[in-house]
């Protein structure tokens, strides 16, 4: 049977059309891919940046407030304080110490400690 | 025309082969050394702590402020201008530094510098005004005279000199917390250029010197991408390798006694006027230094202060006679060698006493005959010990001198330590009257520290400690690296020499003995005055005496030992150890007991005070 040429040329052919199709949207998103990832590389580099720079900060705070602990502590500094608003302070006298000795504990002596432990169950040993 | 356009693609794709295969390495280390940086990371050196993690010193980050007189234009002046108050310099000097300079590159070709130092050491908070001021730094210039290019020029230029011209270096600055207090034991820091033109510290002195590696750290680097603003490109991170922060040094100074310390010593100094004093506040038990000043002192953070008169820790680095506080040495010595007994008596010669063609005198009110030998440590006589000495004899009196660690290094971790071998001589270089001078302490030298560690040594039982200062090593986070732990020398007596030698030194601070001024109220007190001649061209002087007073409390169970040392005070021959250095001694030692809370001694308290009545279940 002969056939119908115009038919046949007529005919689309999906086949190649959708590969084409295909290939071009596997390009066109591995480039739009390629792109976002660069972007998101570059956003999230910028990121760590500024995280870096903001933990460098709060360390040289955290220095500085150290720093500024250490001033308040400074007996130099306190006893310049002291002397400057003539509180009048000064250091106790043993005398004026007043000690109170604490008594030892006696501990509850345990008789025959070997048998105690050998009349328990291995298992509450154990536990 | 086809032919044309396949020409100018074969044009094309042989330019492309060139670039990308044939200088490829070529043009990538090009593109490479344009956008990539090697950024420095410099360590941050370690702090320095006293026993209860007080900071005594510590590094703050500071700028060292730049320009690049390239990108300036004509600005000069109104950068000068704007900039001279904030960096705290005279205008036109600033004007001098900002001006282009031709100068010879390793080419030889001529180029203007693009690196000028105008500023070190500038605080943070400057620096962030600075560059406020110059990314806001009014030009007087007016932009409608200009062509349109001549503006987009402008722009550029004001861009640059605004972002670019004036740029901070990062640098560390050290600051001692307490000013001058521990000055000589903490030392100072000095600063040198590194390669890539930053600059690094460096300890000079004390602490900062001996333990330099330690707190110095290691400096790390970057390499890494960077855009056309100079803003890092992360992704573009090459090397990365951290810089490690120097280790914190834990020492066993206390600051508040050493500023107990300090302040009595300085009250001292305006009193008596002394060329220098000196002050060590130890335990005996370990060797634990608390306290160590050395005056004239001087501020570590002003280096301008410091001179060749300040910058000594005399402590350690000067050498002296010790006078009659080496009498302990002499008599611990009979007494452990059962030479005699502090019960036997001595014959005094009523303070006159010709040995091997020198004649030995006792203190002008000291006319002494038969005296036990305790009373020979009370009075102070000089020709008891140097009969006690010459009763033991020159070879074991060196011995013992050595066994008490005189002429060889403590070993305390600072810079600068005399051994003094040079002045204790072995017994067989001695001359004749040696085994009578030395006991009472001339034609010998010693420093004060190996004096104070002595006393403490009979203080310790008998036990001679190796002087401890640093306490343990940490890193950033407090994690303990490095622990060092009290070491003790060898014996150098037996605790019962030991024992009796602490009985015989209590008598020194009774009415009847040489430091009534240093008793205490609520303690008993062991100690030994000295009062040397200094030795001036050869001669002893008759008007310049190294005084001093080492006394050590709870006598029966030392909780810290004292030394106190006084060089030429302003009442020249009436100087003595006792009258001198016994107040100070007094002072700093019921102001430490207080601050350390020694508990004071039963039987000197009085019957009805508050801690007996306590103790004795009686309720008020």
Redesign the interface.
């Known amino acids: 049977m002969a056939k119908n040429k115009k038919n046949q040329a007529a005919a689309i052919r999906f086949g190649p059309a959708l590969a084409a199709f295909f290939a071009c949207f596997v390009i066109a998103g591995a480039a739009v891919g390629y792109v976002w990832q660069k972007g998101q ?2 956003e ?3 990121q ?2 500024d995280k870096e720079i903001r933990l460098v900060q709060l360390q ?1 705070d955290d ?2 407030r ?2 500024d602990l ?2 308040l ?5 306190l ?1 310049e304080r002291a002397k400057e608003l003539n509180l009048g302070l000064s ?11 604490e008594p030892a504990i006696s501990m509850p002596v345990i008789k025959n400690m070997t048998r105690q432990f050998a009349a328990r169950p291995i298992d509450a040993m154990s536990q | 025309m086809m032919a044309l356009v396949v020409l100018a693609f074969i044009g094309l794709g042989l330019r492309l082969v060139d670039l990308q295969l044939w200088r490829h390495a070529e043009l990538g280390a090009l593109a490479e050394k344009g956008s990539q940086e090697k950024i420095p990371q410099a360590a941050r050196r370690g702090d320095i702590l006293d026993v209860n993690g007080n900071l005594l010193a510590t590094t703050v980050p500071v700028k060292t402020v730049c320009a690049n007189p390239l990108l300036m234009g004509n600005q000069q002046a109104a950068v000068a201008h704007a900039l001279a108050p904030l960096l705290q310099m005279n205008e036109a000097d600033l004007l001098q530094k900002l001006q282009p300079r031709l100068m010879k590159n390793s080419k030889g070709q001529t180029v203007t510098n693009q690196y000028a130092v105008l500023q070190r050491k500038v605080s943070d908070e400057t620096w962030q005004k600075i560059y406020c001021t110059m990314t806001n730094l009014p030009l007087a210039i007016d932009l409608s005279k200009m062509s349109k290019t001549e503006r987009v020029d402008f722009r550029n230029v004001a861009f640059n000199l605004r972002q670019h011209a004036i740029f901070g270096e990062d640098d560390q600055l050290r600051v001692y917390q307490n000013g001058a207090l521990a000055a000589h034991v903490l030392g100072f820091v000095g600063t040198k250029q590194t390669t890539n033109n930053t600059s690094e510290l460096f300890g000079y002195d004390g602490i900062e010197n001996f333990f330099d590696n330690k707190l110095e750290g290691a400096s790390g680097w970057r390499v890494t991408g960077m855009d056309s603003r100079k803003n890092e490109l992360t992704a573009y991170r090459d090397e990365d390798v951290q810089a490690r922060d120097g280790l914190n040094v834990v020492l066993t100074i206390d600051t508040a006694v050493q500023n107990i310390l300090e302040t009595e010593l300085a009250d001292a100094m305006r009193e008596h006027l002394p060329a220098g004093i000196t002050g060590i506040i130890t335990r005996p038990g370990t060797g634990e230094i608390l306290a160590m000043a050395s005056f004239p002192n001087f501020d570590p953070n002003n280096l301008q202060s410091i001179n060749t008169n300040n910058e000594p820790n005399r402590v350690i680095s000067d050498v002296m006679e010790p006078g009659s506080t080496f009498k302990t040495i002499v008599i611990s010595g009979a007494l452990n060698d059962r030479i005699v007994s502090l019960n036997d008596t001595v014959f005094c010669e009523n303070g006159l006493f010709h040995y091997g063609g020198i004649t030995l005198h006792d203190a002008e009110h000291n006319h002494l005959g038969n005296i036990p030998v305790w009373e020979v440590l009370e009075k102070s006589s000089n020709i008891g010990a140097s009969k006690i000495g010459i009763k033991l004899q020159a070879p074991r009196l060196y011995e013992y001198m050595t066994d008490f660690g005189f002429g060889a290094a403590t070993g305390i971790p600072l810079p600068g330590e005399v051994s003094a071998h040079r002045f204790v001589r072995p017994a067989n270089e001695w001359g004749k009257y040696s085994i009578a001078q030395i006991p009472m302490g001339q034609g010998v030298a010693v420093t004060r520290l190996q004096m104070a560690m002595a006393i403490s040594a009979i203080a310790n039982g008998g036990v001679l400690m190796r002087p401890m200062l640093v306490k343990q090593l940490q890193d950033s986070e407090g994690n303990i690296v490095q622990k060092y732990e009290p070491q003790a020398v060898r014996r150098v007596v037996s605790e019962d020499t030991a024992k009796q030698m602490v009985e015989a030194l209590k008598t020194v601070v009774s009415d009847e003995g040489t430091a009534p001024l240093a008793r205490l109220a609520d303690y008993v007190v062991a100690g030994k005055t000295g009062t040397a001649q200094k030795v001036e061209d050869g001669k002893y002087a008759n008007d310049r005496f190294v005084v001093s007073f080492i006394g050590f409390f709870p006598a029966d169970n030392p909780k810290i030992c004292i030394s106190i040392v006084m060089d030429s005070p302003k009442e020249g021959g009436r100087a003595f150890g006792g009258a001198l250095c016994g107040p100070v001694f007094h002072n700093v030692a019921e102001r430490c007991a207080s601050y350390l809370n020694i508990p004071a001694d039963e039987h000197m308290q009085a019957p009805n005070s508050p801690a007996l009545l306590v103790a004795a279940g009686v309720s008020r």
């Open positions: 590389i570059y999230l580099g910028k760590i940046r040289k220095d500085q150290v720093k250490a001033e502590r400074s007996p130099v500094k006893d250091p106790a006298q043993p005398m004026q110490v007043v000690r109170l000795s």
